[in-house]
């Protein structure tokens, strides 16, 4: 049996139960691991300990549903490129893939390890994590079986980019993604992926590699409309797919079928911090009903940051969102886009994934941007 713990004190509590779900001098009671009782803080029941939140916030533990944690070696030098004035291009994936499959799996476990931490420390309680800087049978397979050492939230992409070994016969790479790599890659997978953009997989070879690894038991994401318009918003649709990742250059038509197939739209800002290409319009997206998500897409070219709070800073800054829209969509709605119903949420029956902020309120992760507001967490 576990201890059981009475949370008091509490300034805010954020529920997402429903909507943003926020409360005062309420209390929460977890146990083994679960949430077992939500209330006003007068009714709140015994437990073993307890634990004062001084005024202070409680919310949902973030959840961050696209990652790319296991990766060797640095791109610093195409970062500072960047912001001298050069444009991003998905070629630059192929520098990370080189350095990846020359690393140890010692190393490449180590780096996961110290980037999940570093999650763990802004508030991250969930986390996805993909493949796709191996891009052979061999380190696609060692990589998702490092990747489920931290998470079961694992993503296999061996369609991230055409490795150069295959870039006279893309053909041949779709055969092999769709064959002996995904054999390999689904034991240690629950997802699997596709870049669907120019420079990277066409419609074509995307629908092939969603619908072979449906068959082969994996839920299926794509990574789409990034550098520009294009068909992935409209493929993630057609097949039911539980989110679309990026969504940045979106068509009417896209919005619409997002919204009428329940696809969830996970926006990731830091990509527009780090690259300097707009940001993707949240309100055109929220007010047209679509379900939006908020991720880091922490990875070592386009995007290098850990923390969901300085996206959710840069949601409501540059992208419409009110800071309550902004925090459900790094909670809530990354449950949602990874098919969650466990976590997210407040509520008897959860996972007791929990973070105390040092604040009043969720309004300061963007009033506060750039500050370690996250005090502690708890997590199931």
């Known amino acids: ?15 997402n139960d429903p909507d943003l779900g926020t409360r ?38 973030f959840v961050d549903s696209h990652s790319h ?5 640095d791109r610093a030098l195409e970062f500072q490129a960047r912001m001298a004035g050069e444009s991003y291009a998905a070629g630059g994936i192929r520098t ?63 369609a991230h980019v055409v490795p150069p070994e295959y870039a006279d016969d893309p053909a041949a790479y779709v055969a092999l993604v769709t064959g002996p790599m995904l054999e390999a890659a689904a034991p240690y997978a629950r997802w699997i992926d596709v870049f669907c953009e120019t420079g990277a997989f066409d419609e074509d070879q995307a629908r092939t590699i969603l619908r072979t690894g449906e068959a082969a038991g994996l839920k299926g994401r794509l990574h789409a409309n990034q ?32 919204r009428d197939a329940g696809t969830v739209a996970t926006l990731l800002p830091g990509v527009e911090f780090s690259t300097r290409h707009p940001y993707p319009d949240a309100r055109r997206l929220l007010d047209a009903g679509v379900t939006v998500a908020l991720a880091s897409d922490c990875n070592p070219g386009s995007c290098y940051t850990s923390s969901l709070p300085f996206c959710i800073a840069l949601a409501v800054r540059e992208m419409g969102m009110t800071p309550g829209e902004a925090v459900w969509a790094a909670t809530a709605g990354g449950a949602a886009a990874l098919g969650r119903t466990d976590v997210g949420v407040v509520a008897p029956g959860k996972c007791a994934d929990l973070l105390l902020l040092d604040a009043p309120t969720h309004v300061h992760l963007a009033y506060r941007p750039g500050v370690p507001l996250v005090a502690r967490t708890w997590s199931a």
């Open 24 to 61: 005062t001098d309420a209390a929460v009671v977890i146990d083994d691991g679960v949430i077992a009782w939500v209330g006003d803080a007068a009714a709140a029941p015994a437990a073993d300990e307890a634990f004062d939140a001084q005024g202070r916030a409680v919310l949902p533990g």
């Open 227 to 258: 550098l520009g318009e294009g068909p992935g918003v409209q493929l993630a649709a057609e097949l039911g797919l539980t989110a679309v990742d990026h969504c940045t250059y979106l068509t009417d038509d896209d919005v619409h079928a997002l």
């Open 96 to 158: 990370t893939v080189a350095a990846t499959r020359a690393a140890t799996d010692d190393r490449l476990a180590a780096g996961v390890a110290r980037h999940v931490a570093e999650m763990h420390r802004q508030g991250t309680t969930t986390v996805e994590i993909k493949s796709g800087y191996g891009l052979t049978v061999d380190d696609e397979a060692r990589s998702l079986r490092i990747a489920r050492e931290f998470t079961d939230e694992t993503t296999f992409l061996g």
């Open 1 to 15: 049996m576990g201890v059981s713990t009475l949370i008091t004190g509490i300034g805010e509590l954020v529920t």
């Open 69 to 73: 944690l296991v990766f060797a070696g």
